[in-house]
């Protein structure tokens, strides 16, 4: 089973700064990851699929990068909407996993 | 309106069985796998189970192997999780997703969650 880890498990930033969020799988996924974004009380909502791609109707200060075992979820400058538990997830191999998430609180 | 609604969560004891259905509208249910994702209180997301385009393949996770039961009817635009043998450890918000991958070609990503149902495992 393929084993994403995120760090931090909390990032405390104010609005407006640039949060940097990772997650490191236990082997390579390729470019199969994703990140989805998950408000209290919510379903999670897909933000960005194939490492880099944003899903439809993410605002462009979100963004991805990364490759094989290394990736990262940028956000460009913080709205208060931004402030979420975030989830990487693989789709190279079976059973399907994500990351225990990094939660994004106001500072 | 594209949209998965799930029901038929609730208080059931350990031992016991219980089935989870989805109910997918504004969409073409017949052309997507879709999934089952888990989360239990305070805790993070699970992958569950998997159905492909037309019920022909199916995947579990171990923790739920032997136990839970995927199918679809996409006649009726409906999936569902019959779910046995319930332990504690099951109590979780079940979210019904689709899969963004249209026919054979997945699994991709999870592109559309329902609300999700509450299952409770519980003496």
């Known amino acids: 089973e393929i084993v994403l880890t995120q760090s931090p498990a909390t990032l405390s930033l104010p609005p407006g700064e640039r949060a940097t969020l990772s997650c490191r799988a236990s082997q390579s996924v390729r470019s199969y990851l994703a990140w989805y974004q998950q408000k209290p009380g919510q379903a999670p909502r897909l933000l960005i699929y194939?490492?880099?791609n944003r899903a439809t109707g993410i605002p462009a200060r979100f963004s991805g990068s990364g490759s094989e075992t290394d990736f990262t979820l940028t956000i460009s400058s913080l709205e208060p909407e931004d402030f979420a538990v975030y989830y990487c997830q693989q789709r190279r191999y079976w059973p399907l996993t994500f990351g225990q998430g990094t939660r994004l609180e106001i500072k | 309106q594209v949209q998965l609604v799930e029901s038929g969560g609730g208080l059931v004891q350990p031992g016991r069985s219980l089935r989870l259905s989805c109910a997918a509208s504004g969409f073409t249910l017949s052309s997507n796998a879709m999934h089952w994702v888990r989360q239990a209180p305070g805790e993070g997301l699970e992958w569950v189970a998997a159905?492909?385009?037309?019920?022909?393949?199916?995947y579990n996770a171990d923790s739920v192997k032997g136990r839970f039961t995927f199918s679809r009817d996409n006649s009726k635009n409906t999936l569902y999780l019959q779910m046995d043998s319930l332990r504690r450890e099951d109590t979780a918000v079940y979210y019904c997703?689709?899969?963004?991958?249209?026919?054979?070609?997945?699994?991709?990503?999870?592109?559309?969650w329902g609300r999700g149902t509450l299952v409770s495992v519980s003496s």
């Open positions: 194939d490492v880099s």
């Open positions: 159905i492909s385009y037309d019920g022909s393949n199916t």
């Open positions: 997703v689709r899969d963004s991958g249209y026919g054979s070609t997945w699994p991709l990503y999870f592109d559309l």
